[in-house]
């Protein structure tokens, strides 16, 4: 797949042959896990959990008590069948403030300890490692609402991601779900800096846009998180070469030195905005370098605005559009119910299902905007011109089987809804009142 999408650059770029991304060490991932059961377990009880509720192969490799009047309860290193890297685990009380973040956030109830997780996704799979973490506390856990991520200060629902992956074994969980996207900027309404953070829990550099005008923060983010996708899947691109984002849309991947240093001042993103450890990144430009006297690498602008404007087809990494395509399938059966009930009500709503059109070289997957939806099969219209595969237009008319969508949503009441939704579109749908 790597030498279907990157296009290696000749040698009139600033960088030495052979220039690579430094090295990345591999960070940690870390789980606070809101004790919900009766008392403070002992390190014994955590293990015994984990081998009698979620099957797993567990030794205890050694425990400490924690200092006294610490809040720091127990620490403990276990070994788990599956995991390369050991799991270190800490018990500590849970402050005011954090058990009121967990309940405003969460609903996580009220409660006195938080066990910590801490591990690295040293495996073959670092993807397949995170969801054996995951399906290790769901299973382990039951009574727990959701976990806090503390690298990415994100919390996981167990309704949204753990009860999923504890009902399918075959489910991975998003490989987005290990880093996630911010913005800067210097005040309001000003261009912003967008990056990803947790793509070294991979090993990898984060990702970087820089003078993001704010009306394309919302594609950018996207596009960050499709880009990511297909790093983690491929490797990143070595430096200065472009990269694809779909048919004639190229980005040039590029070490922060060589934009840096023409970055204008007011701009977040300059070296003083960024921690003095902060992980490498690449930052993405447009494709040429622009300017005659000296020549610098611009803003990715053009590019992110033809995304804003235009229908345009953007690569996805393989793993992704696999993932997707299995928890649309999984889930058509309450797509069916929901469109019949929503049918009986009357309701006012766009309900769409992407499927897969062309040859398995060069496949499109389009979206569809459903009429009929009867058992395992669904007819509509084209949303959109297909850009890859002929003879597919607006407004064209077409059936496509179960097997063949790749995703589906939902647009309700100004709210979408998609696999990963159910339980709240559900939730949206029997609300509804009969007219």
């Known amino acids: 797949m790597m030498d279907q999408i990157f296009d290696q650059f000749g040698s009139s770029l600033p960088l030495g042959d052979g220039d690579v991304w430094p090295e990345v060490d591999l960070a940690p991932v870390s789980i606070a896990v809101p004790w919900t059961e009766p008392g403070p377990p002992a390190p014994e009880t955590i293990a015994d959990d984990m081998r009698t509720r979620a099957g797993r192969t567990v030794k205890l490799l050694g425990a400490e008590m924690g200092p006294e009047d610490s809040g720091l309860l127990w620490s403990a290193v276990f070994s788990v069948e ?60 039951p009574g727990t609402p959701a976990v806090h991520d503390l690298e990415l200060s994100r919390w996981v629902m167990r309704e949204e991601v753990l009860e999923p992956l504890l009902a399918d074994e075959e489910l991975e969980p998003a490989v987005e779900s290990l880093w996630w996207v911010s913005a800067s900027q210097r005040e309001p309404g000003s261009p912003a800096w967008l990056k990803t953070s947790g793509l070294n829990r991979l090993g990898l550099p984060e990702l970087e846009f820089l003078e993001v005008p704010v009306p394309l923060v919302p594609t950018t983010a996207h596009l960050l998180d499709e880009l990511a996708a297909r790093i983690a899947e491929d490797g990143p691109p070595p430096p200065g070469t472009r990269m694809a984002v779909g048919p004639e849309l190229e980005l040039r991947a590029v070490p922060p030195r060589e934009v840096l240093s023409v970055l204008p001042p007011d701009m977040p993103g300059h ?90 070289s060069a496949r499109e997957h389009c979206w569809l905007r459903i009429d009929t939806l009867e058992g395992n099969t669904a007819s509509g219209v084209l949303d959109a011109d297909a850009r890859m ?15 063949e969508i790749s995703d589906w949503c939902v647009v309700l009441n100004e709210n979408r809804f998609d696999p990963e939704s159910v339980p709240a579109l559900w939730r949206a749908v029997d609300a509804l009142n009969p007219r």
């Open 82 to 141: 599956g995991l390369t890297s050991p799991i270190f685990v800490w018990l500590e009380e849970t402050d005011a403030p954090t058990a009121k973040h967990a309940a405003d956030m969460a609903g996580v109830p009220d409660h006195q300890w938080t066990m910590v997780w801490q591990t690295r996704l040293e495996g073959k799979d670092a993807v397949a490692d995170w969801g054996m973490v995951l399906r290790t506390i769901g299973w382990s856990w």
């Open 271 to 360: 070296a003083a905005d960024r921690e003095p450890d902060a992980a490498p990144s690449i930052v993405f430009t447009g494709p040429e370098k622009v300017g005659a006297t000296r020549p610098t690498w611009p803003p990715a602008t053009s590019v992110l605005q033809r995304l804003a404007d235009e229908p345009c087809v953007v690569y996805r990494s393989t793993r992704s559009t696999k993932r997707r395509s299995h928890l649309a399938r999984q889930t058509w059966d309450d797509l069916g119910m929901i469109h019949a009930k929503m049918a009986r009500l009357e309701a006012k709503a766009l309900v769409a299902v992407k499927a897969a059109f062309g040859p398995e």
């Open 389 to 403: 595969v002929s003879g597919l237009q607006e407004g064209d008319t077409h059936r496509v089987n179960r097997d």
